[in-house]
């Protein structure tokens, strides 16, 4: 079982209710975007009031944030929007407490129920490389996209790419009046955030800011047209290729058999990470 298809719905369409996992101190309230019931995992933006307190521990599933409003003191840093964060299943994660005005993120668990225990890391040794990523994206440059298809006018960061399964997640820009006239699928998950701006998708609607899908592999989607540029977090569970159709109508299973004839899909976003 997987997660079912969201296409497109509003933050503001979402209730808060608990996170829909264990071991979180209470006061935390969040939004879930999607789940998959069977292993719950889950994508899911969270609410912590201000001087909210977590302690140092760590979770069994890996999960990752983005920071969308407010502040967040990690250990010792203070930390606001734009911050990334991945800590890998059993990684020490530091203290978190909420600034004055609260914090808001998003979090991805794409491996599991995203549970929290507090205390002693699983097995990291003090001072040991635990994989954990930390970056903030507000300083990191935009790249061209490096997967083919895409007109001009499209721009990437790679905030975290897995070479043995291509999975990823990045942020994914592109200037106003940007006009990209095809209509799209893939052989991955694909799923989006969108943190600014809009896109308009010909056969789903106007993808506006708080909009959010996760798209199956090879649905048709597009053709897209953004008036005033677009900022949106993307994560793929296994390398993305651009396949075009000339016909919306073309069905998941007919778009299956013609990339599986095609073979297996270039990681394109392996060369970014180089
Ligand atoms: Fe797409």
């Known amino acids: 079982m997987a997660r079912a298809h969201v296409e497109q719905i509003h933050r ?3 209730p808060w209710e608990p ?15 999607s789940r998959d019931p069977a292993t719950g995992d889950l994508t899911a933006i969270l609410r912590l009031p201000p001087g909210w307190y977590r302690p140092a521990g760590h979770s069994p599933t890996g999960i990752e944030l983005f920071v969308l409003e407010g502040t967040l003191t990690v250990g010792a840093a203070r930390r606001g929007y734009g911050y990334y964060e991945w800590a890998p299943a059993g990684a020490p994660q530091e203290e978190w407490r909420a600034g004055d005005q609260g914090c808001e993120v998003i979090v991805f ?11 002693a890391a699983l097995g990291a040794a003090p001072g040991a490389a635990d994989g954990r990523i930390e970056i903030d994206s507000t300083r990191l440059d935009w790249a061209h996209t490096v997967i083919p298809g895409p007109p001009p006018g499209m721009f990437i960061k790679l905030l975290r790419y897995v070479e043995s399964s291509g999975e990823g997640l990045f942020l994914a820009s592109t200037v106003p009046h940007y006009d990209y006239p095809k ?7 694909e799923e989006a955030y969108m943190v600014d701006g809009d896109i308009r998708l010909g056969n789903s609607g106007l993808m506006s800011k708080g909009r959010y899908f996760w ?12 008036t005033d540029g677009m900022l949106a977090l993307i994560t793929i569970d296994s390398p993305l290729i651009n396949h075009f159709v000339d016909d919306p109508r073309r069905s998941v299973e007919e778009n299956r058999a013609e ?9 394109y976003l392996g060369g970014l990470a180089q």
């Open 183 to 189: 209509i799209e699928y893939h052989d991955c998950v």
């Open 259 to 267: 990339a599986l004839a095609q073979g297996k899909p270039t990681d």
């Open 109 to 119: 668990a794409s491996a599991g129920r995203p549970d929290f225990v507090p205390g």
């Open 12 to 14: 503001d369409d979402v």
């Open 215 to 226: 798209r199956p592999p090879y649905v048709s989607h597009g053709p897209f047209f953004s």
């Open 19 to 33: 996170l829909r996992a264990e071991g979180w101190p209470a006061g935390l309230e969040a939004k879930t975007l």
